[in-house]
């Protein structure tokens, strides 16, 4: 199958094409994978630039309307700056992704094994492969990314379905879990962090 059919495959057909593609190697899998994240880091560079500068170009004409011309010069001259801040940022964004992916699946297989997932971590690592199609397709779009986010996540839970041979209800708890525990301890960071300030608060309302 070539790419546009396994792409058009993921978003249309995904429960068909993840079997289809059940016995493909691992490299082909991640192939496919480093493409699309290249399609997708060049869109998303192409839209943060282009929101930075237009940013930029704002804020540069309110300065020069309140201070003077001299000053929204100024602040364009940084233009340069941003935009090749977001080069660097898109660039370390990209080789991040490239490896990252293979310390997430490892942490999502965990939980695989704990619904009795027994296929191994090849079969959930290709599985997110494949799942992340909707998400580096449209992902680089604003607001439609969280769409494609949700997307993700069901195309996440056929594949480990099909590839770990597990029911659907299994997969969504191993795809939710993570989700529900990160949140928690978000959460629980919070209380500790408004715990420590109320605290200072309170030592500084002592000592003053």
């Known amino acids: 199958m070539c790419f546009l059919d396994k792409l058009k495959g993921f978003l249309l057909k995904p ?82 992704s490239l490896f990252w992916i293979f310390v997430s699946g490892f942490v999502l297989h965990c939980f695989v094994l704990m619904f009795d997932g027994e296929k191994g971590y090849r079969m959930t690592l290709k599985s997110m492969f494949y799942a992340y199609t909707p998400y580096l397709i449209l992902g680089w779009i604003p607001f439609i990314n969280i769409i494609a986010l949700i997307w993700t996540l069901i195309l996440q839970i056929i594949g480990l379905a099909e590839y770990q041979e597990i029911s659907t209800g299994k997969a969504v708890m191993v795809v939710l879990l993570p989700i529900i525990l990160f949140a928690i301890g978000i959460l629980l960071f919070g209380v500790v962090i408004a715990a420590f300030v109320t605290g200072i608060m309170s030592l500084a309302g002592i000592v003053a």
Do not use: C, H, R, W
């Open 15 to 96: 429960k068909e094409t993840f079997k289809s593609q059940k016995d493909e190697s691992l490299g082909k899998a991640y192939q496919y994978y480093v493409v699309l994240l290249v399609i997708f880091s060049v869109l998303y560079g192409i839209v943060a630039i282009f929101a930075d500068m237009n940013s930029l170009s704002q804020i540069a004409a309110m300065a020069g309307n309140m201070f003077g011309p001299g000053y929204g010069d100024a602040i364009l001259a940084f233009g340069g700056f941003a935009a090749a801040m977001d080069f660097f940022f898109i660039y370390m964004m990209f080789v991040f």
